[in-house]
T-cell receptor
Framework: DSGVTQTPKHLITATGQRVTLRCSPR?????VYWYQQSLDQGLQFLIQ???????AKGNILERFSAQQFPDLHSELNLSSLELGDSALYFC??????????????FGPGTRLTVL | AQSVAQPEDQVNVAEGNPLTVKCTYS??????LFWYVQYPNRGLQFLLK??????LVKGSYGFEAEFNKSQTSFHLKKPSALVSDSALYFC??????????????FGQGTTLQVKP
C-alpha cells in the first residue's frame, strides 16, 4: 500500500458527461501528479500540482482540468467525455522536497469507462 | 526530446533463472531513472531508482538495475526469478535539466512471465 488513495475505483459513464476523480496524497506529500494509462498511448503524464499551484503540464486535453486543495487532495475533472477517454487514471505523490529525483508513489488508479 | 524505450514487449524466463528487462533512454541533461512494477488491477509500485553514484542500484524484492551512461541503458535484473515476479514492468526517466518538475516519461512496459 503506497499511502495514496484514489476514488472511485471504477467509473462508468456516457459520452458527453462530466466526471471528477479524487486523489489523496501520502501524508506530508506536497506534490500530486496525474497520469493516464491507455492501451494505445501507454502511461502519459497529464499535470502536476505542488502545494496548491500548477507546476507542470503534459498531454492534458483542454476538456480536462485539475486542482489541488488546501488540504492537499487533488481532483481531476474530465468533461465532454469521449469514448477515447476510457483509460486508467493514476494519481501519484512525492515528498515535501521539490527535488526532481523524488520518488513518485502511485495510487491504485480509477478505471474510467465511457460508453 | 526525452524518451524511454523498452525493446521487448514480453520476457519469458524459467523460475530460478536470472532475468533481465531492458531499458534505454534519451535525455538532454542528467538522467534520473526509475523502475516500477504493475500487478493486474493494481497501481504502479516503485522498485528502485538511479540518481547518481554507483552504477549498480539495489531495490525492492531482490531486484537491481545497472546504469550504463555510454550505452544510455538502465536494465533491470534479478539473479533468480520467482513465479510471483510475473507482472508488467515500466522504466521511466526524468530529465535533470528540466527543472523541478515531476514529469516522468515512461516506456511502453515489458510483461515478465516467469514459468515454474
Amino acid at each position: 500500500d503506497s499511502g495514496v488513495t484514489q476514488t472511485p475505483k471504477h467509473l462508468i459513464t456516457a459520452t458527453g458527461q462530466r466526471v471528477t476523480l479524487r486523489c489523496s496524497p501520502r501524508s506530508g506529500d506536497l506534490s500530486v501528479y496525474w497520469y493516464q494509462q491507455s492501451l494505445d498511448q501507454g502511461l502519459q503524464f497529464l499535470i502536476q500540482y505542488y502545494n496548491g499551484e500548477e507546476r507542470a503540464k503534459g498531454n492534458i486535453l483542454e476538456r480536462f482540468s485539475a486542482q489541488q486543495f488546501p488540504d492537499l487532495h487533488s481532483e481531476l475533472n474530465l468533461s465532454s467525455l469521449e469514448l477515447g477517454d476510457s483509460a486508467l487514471y493514476f494519481c501519484a505523490s512525492s515528498s515535501r522536497s521539490r527535488v526532481a529525483f523524488d520518488t513518485q508513489y502511485f495510487g491504485p488508479g480509477t478505471r474510467l469507462t465511457v460508453l | 526530446a526525452q524518451s524511454v524505450a523498452q525493446p521487448e514487449d514480453q520476457v519469458n524466463v524459467a523460475e530460478g533463472n536470472p532475468l533481465t528487462v531492458k531499458c534505454t533512454y534519451s535525455v538532454s541533461g542528467n538522467p534520473y531513472l526509475f523502475w516500477y512494477v504493475q500487478y493486474p488491477n493494481r497501481g504502479l509500485q516503485f522498485l528502485l531508482k538511479y540518481i547518481t553514484g554507483d552504477n549498480l542500484v539495489k531495490g525492492s524484492y531482490g531486484f537491481e538495475a545497472e546504469f550504463n551512461k555510454s550505452q544510455t541503458s538502465f536494465h533491470l535484473k534479478k539473479p533468480s526469478a520467482l513465479v510471483s515476479d510475473s507482472a508488467l514492468y515500466f522504466c521511466a526517466v526524468r530529465d535533470g535539466g528540466s527543472g523541478n518538475t515531476g514529469k516522468l516519461i515512461f516506456g511502453q512496459g515489458t510483461t515478465l512471465q516467469v514459468k515454474p
